[in-house]
C-alpha cells in the first residue's frame, strides 16, 4: 500500500470517529482485528474483531456530546502508520473516573496504525 493511501485510509477513519460514523470508522478495519487502548501506560481496553470493535465504539459514542482527533503528526513506514493528535471532546455524561457532564476533554494522543492490504489490522491509542 502507498504512503498516501495509509493517509486517506486514516483521515477516512478519523473523519468517521469525529462524525460518530461507526459504520465509516468499521470499513476501514479488517474483520480480524485488533484495538487496544493505553493510558498511563496501561492498557486499558482491548477488542478483538469488528464484532467488539462495534460494541466498544457504541459505548464510547454515548458518554460524548461532540469529540475531534485533529491529527498534529505522522510518521509512516510500507504498513505502520503513527499519527499525533490533539483531542477534545465534550462529556454528554459522568464518567467514572469523576468527570461530570459538559466538561471537556482535552489531551495529546498517539496513535499507531497497522496495515494488511488496504485495512487496518491492528490500532493502538495511547493516552
Known amino acids: ?31 480480524e482485528c485488533i484495538f487496544k487502548s493505553v493510558s498511563g501506560g496501561r492498557c486499558t481496553v482491548t477488542c478483538n474483531g469488528k464484532s467488539q470493535l462495534r460494541e466498544l465504539a457504541a459505548q464510547s459514542a454515548a458518554y460524548f456530546l461532540e ?19 490533539q483531542y477534545r471532546a465534550v462529556l454528554k455524561r459522568d464518567l467514572p473516573n469523576g468527570l461530570k457532564a459538559g466538561e471537556e476533554l482535552s489531551l495529546l494522543g498517539v496513535s499507531i496504525f497497522r496495515f494488511d492490504g488496504d485495512k487496518i489490522t491492528e490500532l493502538t491509542d495511547y493516552s
Do not use: P
Open 1 to 31: 500500500m502507498t504512503w498516501s493511501h495509509l493517509r486517506e485510509m486514516i483521515k477516512k477513519y478519523v473523519s468517521a470517529y469525529n462524525h460518530f460514523d461507526i459504520d465509516g470508522m468499521l470499513e476501514c478495519f479488517a474483520d
Open 67 to 85: 469529540r475531534t482527533q485533529q491529527i498534529t503528526n505522522w510518521i509512516i513506514s510500507d504498513s505502520q502508520a503513527t499519527i499525533e493528535v
